[in-house]
Each structure stands twice: as structure tokens, then as C-alpha cells.
């Protein structure tokens, strides 16, 4: 999957968010931010782990924070690890490094930190590591029937 096929589940979906194509390929907070001109705390991390099972799960948090292992393992209930580069594009359809936090090729579950949710628009993956996602958190709250909790 690449830019074009979020845009078209944008469209699908009726969600007023953009894709900026970016001059560089950004591969940390650090550098989209600095890309934007904006804080790290606008940009957001959508990172997939997978669970005891081999189920894939995102966890969404602020790009100025990381995620709490032992919470996300008590949320889904098992341990979970980090997803390897080809299980996020097998799972999501994206590459690890544009990984967005919507328009997946299947559902995966979600958990989204409040800290996110406190924004009006956050920035994230955009389906390729030359783009971001500028998009309202609740929006992704809604499409992903994400989970609320602090991760």
C-alpha cells in the first residue's frame, strides 16, 4: 500500500486530514517536527507490536513519549514485542517507516494514549517515509474503535 491507497480511505471515510509530502525521508520525531516547524508533542507515533498469539496491535502515543510495555501487556492481556519491519507491512500493508494510524489493509486493535487525544491535530505516518499524516486524533479514535488508555 502506498499514499495514494490512505487518501482513498480518507475520501471513503469522510476525514477532513492531509498528506504532506515532505523534500526528505523523516525517520525520527526529531526530524518531522523539525520538517514542520512544529514541537515533537504534535507528532504522533503509531508503532505496531504483536501479542502472545502473533496478533498485531498499534499503540499511538505522543512523539515526546515511549511506550510502557508492561501497561499495553496487561491491556491485551499477554506479552507483547516489537513487530519486525516485515510483519508491519504484512500486517498493515505500510512500511514499518510510514507506518499511519489508520487505513490499514485489515482492522487491528488500537490503543491510543489521552495524551494524544488532547490535540486538534496531530501529525503521524503517511504511508511512506517521505510523507505525514495530518489528521484530529478523535478521527482516529473513531476509525480505529481505539482503546483509551494511558500507554
Sequence with gaps: MQEEDLESFLKEHGIDAEIV??????????????????????????????DAEGEPLLAIVPGNRRVDLNKLSKLAGSEVRLAKPAEVESHSGYPAGGLPPIGHKKPIKTYIDPEVLEKREVYGGGGSDQSLLRINPEDIKRVQNAEVAPI
Design 21 to 50: 509530502k515532505l523534500e526528505s525521508k523523516v525517520r525520527t520525531v526529531k526530524q518531522a517536527a523539525k520538517a514542520l516547524g512544529i514541537g515533537p508533542e504534535f507528532i504522533i507515533k503509531t508503532i505496531m507490536f504483536v
